[in-house]
């Protein structure tokens, strides 16, 4: 009896194990929350003692690195970053003051990010040299390795 309970749960287990994690095929952006960030509001207490910036669990991209300060928008997605599959990359699309022309940056997720349904997209730099006000339309796309959307959300105005 102890030996069919034994095979059982090893079966089990050997189950489970060879069960690859599957990537997901869509994802839903729940909600889009825009603000102007300073530089302080990035920095932790290791910082200081390190001098390097700490994330800890947050994905942030700049469309400037160097730069901290600037407009950012929080992408709230369904599903934890860490499902989507290798090689997602994220495309925002905005108007702005600066320009009248759109502007479009890609950034693409680590093939290890951290555990986390938001991502952090910030106008840094020379694309957002203001302090106030907000771009005037948005639209944000996720598309897999190899083009393929994953999910999308736009502002009400880009629909106008």
């Known amino acids: 009896m102890r030996f069919l309970i034994i095979a059982l749960i090893c079966t089990l287990y050997a189950g489970?194990?060879?069960?690859?994690?599957?990537a997901v095929s869509s994802v839903q952006i729940e909600e889009i929350k825009p603000r102007y960030i300073e530089t302080e509001q990035f920095k932790r207490i290791s910082e200081y003692l390190t001098g390097r910036e700490n994330l800890?669990?947050?994905?942030?991209?700049?469309t400037n690195p160097k730069e901290r300060s600037g407009f950012y928008f929080a992408l709230i997605l369904d599903t934890n970053v860490r499902k989507l599959p290798k090689g997602t990359v994220v495309v925002g699309e905005f108007?702005?003051?600066?320009?009248?022309?759109?502007?479009?940056?890609e950034f693409t997720l680590a093939n290890k990010p951290v555990s986390t349904k938001e991502i952090f997209v910030g106008l840094t730099g020379e694309d957002w040299p203001?302090?106030?006000?907000?771009?005037?339309?948005?639209?944000?796309?996720l598309k897999d390795a190899n083009g393929n959307i994953l999910g999308n959300s736009q502002s009400y105005l880009w629909s106008l």
Do not use: N
């Open 95 to 105: 108007y702005t003051k600066k320009s009248i022309d759109k502007q479009i940056h």
């Open 16 to 22: 489970c194990a060879s069960t690859p994690k599957q």
């Open 56 to 62: 800890g669990d947050r994905i942030v991209f700049r």
């Open 130 to 141: 203001e302090d106030s006000g907000a771009p005037s339309a948005w639209k944000f796309t």
